[in-house]
Every structure is written in C-alpha cells, then in structure tokens.
C-alpha cells in the first residue's frame, strides 16, 4: 500500500513538473509582441514569467515533500508574470543584474517588468527602510539602471510609496526645512528623465493608493516628479483596495492631471482644486471646489463623478494619463479586523490574514486608461514584522513572528494563492 501510494504522488509530482516544463516551452516560443518604440505597453504586450521564481522553486519544494494541492497552485501561480524589485546594490551590480533579466526576456520575447526600490530614505525608515546614501549615490544607481536595459523593452515602476510618503510625511519631523522632500522629488524627475532615455522604455511613477492620498494631492505630486515624462502612475502596490475602486480613484487622478495642466485657463496649476474620493458637498470645506471632506465610504464617490463631468468633461482618451493597477493581493479587499479587538492601530495594510489574490495579469482590462493588471508586490513576500501595536513581537493575527520585510513566507503564498479570486489556472491558457 505505502508503495501504492508512493507511486500515485510521484506520478501527480511528474505530471506538474511536465505541465511546468511545458508552459516553459510555450513562453519560450512565443512569437514577439508588435509593440512600438517608446509605447511598450499594448494590447498584444506580453510579459516575462521567470522560470526560477520564488513561486517556481516553492512549487517544487511542496511536491516533493508531498503537499500536492499547495504545490500546484505554486506552480499556478510561477505561470504567471510578476515584477522584479531592484533594491540596491553597487550600480555595477544593478547594471549586471538588470542586464542579465532584460536579456532573458528578450530571448522569450516578453517584456519584463522591472521594479526601482532604492530611493534615499525609502518608506521613511521603517519596514522597508534602506535606499541609496544619498541623491548623488541615488542617480548613479540609476543610470547604472539604465544602462543596463539599454535599447531592449521593459517597463519600469518607480519608487513603491516614493510619493506617497514623501519625507515631509514621516514621522517625527524629519525634513524640518523641506530640503529632503525637494530631493526627492527632484531624484524621482531625474529617475524619469533617465529611464526615458531608453528607446523602448515605459515608466510608471507610483501614486500609492485609492485610501491614502486625495486626488489633488498626490496629482500634483505625480506633476512634480516629472509624470508628464512618464508614461504614467501605477496605483495599490503592496496594497489589497478593489480593483474597480482603484481604477476609478486613478481614473479622476488622470482627469486631475488633465484639468491642472490642459484644462481652462483658470484652472490651470490647480490640482489642489480637483475633487477627491473624499469629496461631498454635503460636507464642510473651507470654500475652495474640491476641498470638501467625508468618508472614505464609496458610497460618496457619485459627487466626485458629478463634479468631474461639470468641471473636466471627457477630454480625449490621448490626452489622459495612462496608469497600470497592481491586483497581486486584493481579490478579497482589504482587510477589517472585528471591532474593538486592538486598541491601537491594528496595521489593516501589514500581512493581513485571509487575503487572496486578485485578478490575473493582462493587458486586456476593459478600463480605456488602465493599461495592465500587474503583479507587482512578490505574492508570498511577508510585509514585515507586524504586531498590531500590542506591544510585543508577535503577531496575533498568525501567532508568530512575522517574517521581515521582503521576505519568503511560504504560508502566506500558500493562504493568498487558496483564496485567489478568480481561481487560479495555469497562466499560458489565458495568452501569458
């Protein structure tokens, strides 16, 4: 009998190896996607699925030690593509590396999406704290970056939360003057300008998500950073907002571009005026049009529909900002723990238990602006050590410590990939 069943779950471990080895193949004889110079991203785009991914090897790891169902849907989930995060690194080492993944897509022909996560002072020291020493270190970095894709397509996104939290927004009034929040934003034009140097490169800014900063807010903030350069922002990375939610949220911030930059002569250099999600004129406001504050409730977003149709219109489709939406780990929403069990902040945004992954990543998303689904934030990786504020070093939601940011989390890889909504399938069957 133990033979019996040994050889039952050797067969079920060759038979996922072969689908593997045979997605392999197909990613490999794919034809070339027809996208043009300088506008990477199209509807026939094709992204690179790496063959040793994290998703990959666990894959592996779990059919051979017997745990067939988690195994498989690794193994899912590895056919699909998934950014990879540059972090640092000597700009030799990052010219090598970045070289090195833009070649190996190229060979497949697909475009890889490529992560830049090294900007001084990055999510304000905390978590994911690290980034160049400084500005100057920073720009070598990236031109080291640049290099290395040279003329082969790539999309590249920049600086997860590099706008969002910019330093004025970290606690403890750590840029008094102002200074660090002007290099940064400077760092991230200069990023732009550099990336967009490259014949075949797209580049997105972060913006953050739909529950953090208003419209108007983190617009001009995408305006200052050099998005008019870009080919434009990438919305809910790391972050579990709904897609539809996130779409709609991106979609004013395109129209607020629009309405600061093109629109009438008297609204011009005022995306402060733009409503926001959370806009209500039923709401007080110090009487400036788009300054009105509620909820963040959905519920409220028909008046900044409203809004935007009297005062924006429907400028043309060419005239928008593009944006791209990141659905690695939203496919349950974000997560609300039962009232009263913290007393402090319950960290909804750090490894929330019972979450799953979202919608498959495509060109083909419906929404006239958003130009990919993506899955940026590496599905399996921890978000830190969380502990809900309660003091100690663990986390009660999982009862144990967390593994650090950025780190491999097999469980939870397993528990996002088990609720994944829409299910998981092998990702060739849907074109990637």
Known sequence: ???????????????????????????????PAPAPARDTVTS??????????????????????????????????????????????TPTETRTDVTKLVRAAALTHRVPVLVAYNIPGRDCSLYSGGGADSSAAYRQWIDAFARGIGGKKAVVILEPDGLAALPKDCAGDVDPTGELTAHRVADLDYAVRTLKNGANTSVYLDAGNSQWRSVGDITQRLLDAGA???????????????????????????????????????????????ASQFYSPAAPNDGTPGNAVSSTDPSTWHWTDAWYDQNVGSPSGKDLAHFMVDTSRNGKGPWTPQPGKYSGDPETWCNPPGRGIGPRPTTDTGVPLVDAYLYVKTIGESDGSCTRNTGGTIDPEYGVVDP???????????ELARNAEPRLTLGHWSGF
């Open 1 to 31: 009998m133990r033979s019996r069943t040994f050889r039952r779950r050797t067969a079920v471990v060759t038979a996922a190896l072969t689908v593997c080895a045979a997605f392999a193949a197909t990613a490999a004889q794919a034809a």
């Open 44 to 89: 026939a785009t094709k992204f690179y699925v790496d063959p040793n991914s994290k998703a990959a090897r666990q894959a592996l790891d779990d059919l051979r030690g017997g745990n067939i169902e988690d195994g498989l849907n690794m193994a899912k989930l590895a056919s699909y593509p998934q950014a990879a995060w540059f972090t640092g690194g």
């Open 228 to 274: 008019e350069r870009s080919d434009g922002f990438v919305l809910n990375i790391s972050n579990y907002q709904p897609t539809d939610q996130t779409s709609h949220y991106g979609t004013w911030i395109s129209r607020c571009m629009w309405f600061a930059t093109q629109g009438p002569e008297w609204s011009r250099g005022h995306a402060d005026w733009c």
């Open 404 to 414: 650090a940011a950025g780190a491999w989390w097999p469980e939870q890889a397993h």
